[in-house]
């Protein structure tokens, strides 16, 4: 059975994560993804590692591989004339057309969706910038996951009282905001298939942020409460809910037992420190939470991460090892999962990259190459899908358009 995108096709102009990501979850499903780039400004996320055997390279990013998977790169230079007669032709081949390039350039480069759309009635394109196309201060605002994390107020949230807020892991805000994107897309490519148009999406790294804080927001928009940084415990309605120290250097465990039914089966398992009736109900447990968390650093310093894990999980505690990479990367379900694939690419060679993030049980499709190397595929691309001849594509080398 085809993939569930099979014959869709999209250009990727997005660089470093959210745009990269979006069209990666394309390919995932199936999805023709092409990705429009220039060796004249390269996407950044080539230049982060880490490396595969420490040698760096604009080909080597392992990180650039796991968001890139799937893809092919054709070489384009924008600011070159037919450079952009070359992307035009493109456009009339693609279905969806994602950038994200900061408010206002892409208008400044004459490929506005006003524009675009009389090449392609049909397209839908998608711009996600940090801000947004819109609003006061959307044009001229460019940013990062952490300008995002900060803007959503996700940096504020975290850290302790007395201290400096830390925020999340940096890209927070780039893996927050494709699952926004990617949905859209496939609401609109639904629409077109009911209508026969195209349109445009425009998404706002940092307000899809801040679905993840909502309980945060609404509580200082209504009742004008503004919560504070809790270092590591958790959620200020639920108890036990927070991060222990275990035995071992470094080592920790999440655990949530807040519900009747869990809090009864954790403290059995406990035993005397927590077996006092006035902590039965949850009310009783947050009036008492700094004597509870407590006890239970007291138990779970004596035993590791993972014994406490299976311990708890065997009676529908909710409790999970703080992962470490190694972790991760050891880890059996993720493996059996088919997380973790092998990949051979001509300059890395043999690496490892991550799967899709779901599965689908009728249609389910896996990239087969890692991400494509600089302007991998330019000639056929141009060839095939924007129907220039061999010798036609020598000249636009020649002119440097394509580079």
């Not at 250009?11 to 990666?24: H, K, N, T, Y």
């Not at 004459?110 to 609003?135: D, H, K, Y």
């Not at 869990?262 to 406990?270: D, E, K, S």
Request: a neutral charge; glycine letters at 10%.
């Amino acid at each position: 059975m085809s993939a569930a995108l099979e014959g869709t096709k999209v250009i990727d102009m997005g660089w470093l994560m959210v745009g990269p990501e979006s069209a990666r979850y394309l390919a995932d499903l199936g999805a023709q993804v092409v990705k429009a780039e220039s060796s004249v400004r390269i996407d950044p996320l080539r230049t982060l590692g880490p490396f595969k055997d420490g040698r760096s390279g604009h080909n080597r990013s392992l990180s650039y591989h796991a968001i890139n998977a799937g893809k092919r790169s054709v070489l384009l230079d924008l600011k070159h004339p037919r450079g952009i007669e070359a992307f035009l032709r493109l456009v009339r081949w693609a279905d969806v057309l994602i950038e994200s390039f900061a408010a206002g350039v892409i208008d400044s480069l004459g490929l506005s969706f006003e524009e675009l759309r009389q090449q392609n009635a049909r397209l839908i394109m998608v711009s996600t910038s940090l801000l947004g196309r819109t609003g006061p201060e959307a044009k001229g605002t460019s940013g990062t996951g952490i300008t995002g994390s900060a803007f959503a107020g996700a940096t504020n949230l975290l850290g302790w009282p007395d201290r400096a807020p830390c925020g999340p892991y940096g890209p927070w805000t780039d893996s927050v905001a494709p699952r926004f994107i990617v949905a859209s897309i496939i609401a609109a490519l639904r629409r077109r298939r009911r209508t026969g148009e195209g349109c445009y999406l425009d998404a706002a790294q940092a307000e899809c942020g801040i679905q993840f804080l909502l309980p945060a927001y609404y509580d200082y928009a209504v009742n004008g409460r503004a919560p504070e940084r809790r270092g590591a415990a958790g959620s200020p309605l639920r108890c036990p809910s927070g991060v222990y120290r275990c035995a071992g250097e470094d080592r920790w465990v999440a655990i949530d037992a807040s519900c009747d039914a869990q809090w009864q089966a954790f403290r059995r398992v406990v035993g005397e420190p927590l077996a006092r009736g006035e902590l039965d109900t949850l009310v009783g447990r947050l009036r008492h939470r700094e004597e509870i968390d407590g006890a239970i650093g007291a138990w779970t310093e004596g035993k590791t991460s993972h014994e406490i894990e299976g311990e708890l999980q065997a009676v529908g505690v909710a409790a999970h090892v703080v992962s470490t990479s190694q972790d991760l990367a050891d880890d059996e379900d993720l493996h059996r999962e088919s997380y973790f694939r092998s990949i051979h690419d001509p300059e890395v060679g043999d690496a490892i990259t991550r799967g899709p993030t779901f599965r689908l049980h009728r249609t389910p499709h896996v990239p087969t190459k890692a991400g494509p190397r600089l302007g991998d595929s330019s000639r056929e691309i141009l060839m095939t899908m924007a129907g220039y001849s061999a010798s036609e594509i020598d000249a636009l080398e020649r002119d440097g358009a394509i580079r």
